[in-house]
């Protein structure tokens, strides 16, 4: 699965103007400021996701992408063979807070592309005290 993460000003004005065009909205987590930072929408079987807009957005595009392997996939020989292929990785491998195991790198064209696995799931209250800074990840 191919999830795009829009970095948007508004999640909760994006979340709206989804809606309208017939996407759920799957789940939101607020940021420490109380106000949505983050937010998953469903449309029948397609995922999009909405992430609040970083200040500094490193003068690229400001969509990135989740890639999904399918269950069971190797994500750690996906990221060795990655590296030995010369790719640049910008976030090492590492298990998320969320309850996926990742590593992101920039395409040819400044793209962000996070390449995950799912290795267990997480409670999201949990998962959104993270979010807003309250508890640090385990």
């Not at 191919?2 to 994006?14: E, F, G, H, T, Y």
């Not at 500094?56 to 750690?76: A, H, I, K, Q, S």
């Not at 409670?123 to 979010?131: E, H, L």
């Amino acid at each position: 699965m191919i999830m795009p993460i829009l970095n948007v000003k508004d999640v909760d004005a994006s979340i709206a103007f989804y809606e309208k065009l017939g996407f759920t909205k799957q789940m939101a987590m607020d940021g420490p400021d109380g106000v949505n930072a983050f937010a998953i929408l469903v449309l029948g079987q397609a995922n999009l996701a909405l992430g609040r807009r970083p200040d500094d957005t490193r003068d690229r595009d400001v969509v990135d992408f989740m890639v999904y392997l399918p269950e069971g996939g190797d994500l750690d020989g996906l990221y060795t063979a990655a590296k030995s292929r010369g790719i640049k990785v910008d976030e090492d491998i590492k298990t998320q807070y969320w309850g996926d195991r990742t590593f992101t790198l920039f395409d040819l064209d400044g793209y962000r592309i996070t390449m995950s696995v799912t290795v267990h799931q997480v409670d999201m209250d949990y998962a959104s005290a993270v979010m807003r800074g309250e508890l640090q990840p385990e």
